[in-house]
């Protein structure tokens, strides 16, 4: 199952190549594969390749959140072309209450493109998921660029408003059976007992 980030988080049409993820069956988890422009700005994170790195989300990062809508438990994956990434489990908008989970992630950058795969554990996912969204971020400064896969719409937007990529409301459908096949029964997770 391929997505495609065509908009900017506020409904504007991207101006390069757009960055596209795709979703398939993994051992024990769910094969999370990107290819994406690589803008190279801003400059690498400090931490080492292949590493959580708390604030990933201040450099050039792909995003994936799978929600439980009815509880707004959710995962945050982030992933970077350097190699490193960020993995948080929320209960609430925003309320991350574990984050720098271990995480079996690649990247490579060819030319002015990257690409990158991770497995995310079935551990990670809320029970229930049935909404996602998608999320890339490059630039520095004025050049910083927010796009998303469900961007808020241009008539739901207020004078001042700022991206939010918590904004659990324009999330949109998903079901992890349409990957992984309707028999398909998720996992129980200890790491969300009592997150309600």
């Keep these: 199952m391929e997505f495609v980030i065509w908009q900017t988080w506020n409904s504007l049409h991207v101006t ?10 993994g051992d024990g988890g769910l094969k999370m594969e990107v290819l994406a422009p690589f803008f190279n700005d801003p400059a690498a994170p400090a931490g080492p390749p292949g590493q959580p790195f708390p604030g990933l989300w201040d450099y050039e990062v792909v995003e994936s ?54 497995l995310l ?16 971020i490059h630039g520095s400064g004025e050049r910083r660029t927010y796009e998303a ?6 008539e739901d937007l207020v004078e001042g408003q700022k991206p939010n990529f918590h904004l659990l409301e324009y999330f949109q459908d998903f079901r992890l059976q349409s990957i992984m096949g309707e028999d398909w029964v998720q996992p129980e997770s200890d790491l969300w007992k009592g997150k309600c």
């Design 16 to 25: 390069h190549d757009p960055v596209k993820i795709k979703f398939s069956p």
């Design 65 to 118: 959140f799978f929600l439980d809508s009815t509880t707004e438990r959710y995962l945050e994956v982030e992933v970077c072309p350097h190699g490193q990434h960020l993995v948080l489990l929320l209960s609430g908008r925003g309320h991350a209450f574990q984050q720098q989970l271990a995480l079996s992630f690649n990247a490579t950058i060819k030319g002015e493109k990257w690409i990158g795969e991770a």
């Design 121 to 136: 554990p079935w551990k990670y996912f809320p029970p229930n998921v049935n909404k996602m969204n998608s999320y890339a």
């Design 149 to 154: 896969l469900y961007p808020v719409p241009r």
